[in-house]
């Protein structure tokens, strides 16, 4: 009797225990959970003003992991933020510490492009029979967008608060002739950072008359951080059994040409470096690699198109896209002038661009894909950067 008292007495005490454990199990779950959809929230913090007094407001997506910065001027992507195979964050994307930087001459880093990303020969095309004469900042063509392109105007911003990943939404109003491009159009930009450490971009927009419209990011990418050097010790594949060979004003010939045997083919793995130097009649006119891909699987949604390594830092990024080509563009015109975030000089080659788009100059070549927007149409493509450290 006294000994089955004894008995319930242990019990009882291990029952109590056992529960007040599980009451603290609870409440660090809980507690964890709230720092975790602290982490997923977006940051705003005043970064500068243009010179007529707006004010520029940096946005920083962090899903716990990496983190994405990016300006309202421009939708410039400043700063990707990832830890590098030793746990060291490394920011993968050129650009600038300081806003005024922004506004000075520099290659469109990490900006918005439109409302034409990439060139339009002697910045003219015709549509339903009315010419239109675009600005020629390019030698005799247009170059994305013109003189004032989506890189250098003022977004409005809408931070996405739907609990789920950290995003915000750009939106731009062009108006009909700006930059000699009939049709106003409204322009809608997301970026989401999600768990899967991917910068989703998704574009879209809408026209009340028929224009032409082709909308990609300038991000300059070293995978071995933005102030690491050249990125010739690179791995890139891109999905693409062809590529679109140029003229020496750089405006695609027409020709779909197979990579085959060429320094192009980066069907499999490669360094970037490898064949660049090759003395090849279609990288002596883009100074290196400049060229537009033409995508496999076009037309089948988003699908992967590209990835890159590291093998320094580890740091992997595929590219997923529904667009038909990319620009894979080796920072051939970088010179040394601009200094990089920790003050060294970017010179040539220090980043890579995949800029995803349709091909260049299709307004003026009909056996391009179309690029034409009409008002009864709703232009949506998208393009994923995922990111991942690997150690070799
Ligand atoms: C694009 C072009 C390049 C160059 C850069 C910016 O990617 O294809 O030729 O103009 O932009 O310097």
Redesign the pocket.
């Given at each position: 009797m006294h000994q089955g008292k004894n008995n319930s007495m242990v019990f009882y005490k291990k029952y109590k225990r056992l529960n007040i454990l599980l009451y603290l199990f609870v409440k660090i779950l809980i507690l964890n959970s709230c720092n975790l959809n602290n982490f997923k929230s977006q940051m705003k913090s005043y970064f500068g003003s243009l010179p007529n007094g707006e004010k520029i407001y940096k946005y920083k997506l962090s899903n716990g992991y990496m983190s994405v910065e990016i300006i309202n001027y421009g939708g410039i992507i400043t700063n990707i933020n990832i830890p590098n195979s030793q746990g060291i964050n490394t920011d993968v994307v050129l650009g600038f510490d300081t806003f005024h930087q922004y506004i000075e001459e520099h290659?469109?880093f990490g900006a918005i492009i439109g409302r034409y990303g990439?060139r339009i020969a002697n910045g003219k095309f015709s549509l339903n029979g009315i010419n239109y004469q675009l600005a020629k900042n390019?030698g005799e063509n247009s170059?994305?967008g013109g003189l004032i392109g989506f890189d250098k105007v003022l977004w409005s911003v809408k931070e996405l608060d739907d609990h789920k990943d950290p995003g915000i939404k750009l939106t731009y109003f062009s108006e009909n002739m700006e930059e000699g491009y009939p049709g106003n159009v409204q322009i809608d930009v997301t970026y989401i950072l999600t768990k899967e450490n991917e910068l989703k971009i998704l574009y879209e927009a809408i026209t009340d008359s028929p224009t032409v419209i082709n909308l990609t990011n300038?991000s300059y990418f070293n995978l071995g951080g933005e102030s690491s050097g050249d990125i010739l010790d690179h791995f890139l594949t891109i999905n693409a059994d062809s590529y679109l060979p140029v003229d020496k004003n750089?405006i695609p010939t027409g020709e779909i040409r197979n990579v085959k045997n060429t320094p192009f083919d980066f069907s499999e793995m490669k360094k970037i470096g490898l064949e660049i130097e090759t003395q090849n009649n279609q990288l002596i006119i883009g100074k290196g690699y400049?060229h537009c891909w033409v995508l496999n699987d076009y037309g089948k949604g988003i699908r992967k198109i590209a990835e890159v390594k590291s093998i320094n830092t580890g740091i992997n990024m595929e590219v997923y896209s529904d667009q038909p080509g990319v620009?894979f563009?080796t920072g051939n015109?970088l010179d040394g002038s601009l200094k990089s975030k920790k003050l060294n000089k970017y010179k040539k080659r220090s980043g890579f661009?995949l800029?995803t788009q349709h091909f260049p100059d299709s307004p003026n070549q009909p056996s391009f894909p179309n690029v034409i927007l009409d008002p009864d149409k709703k232009y949506q493509t998208q393009t994923w950067y995922k990111f991942s450290t690997k150690t070799y």
């Open positions: 290659p469109y990439n390019n170059l994305h300038h750089m400049d620009q563009y015109f661009c800029e």
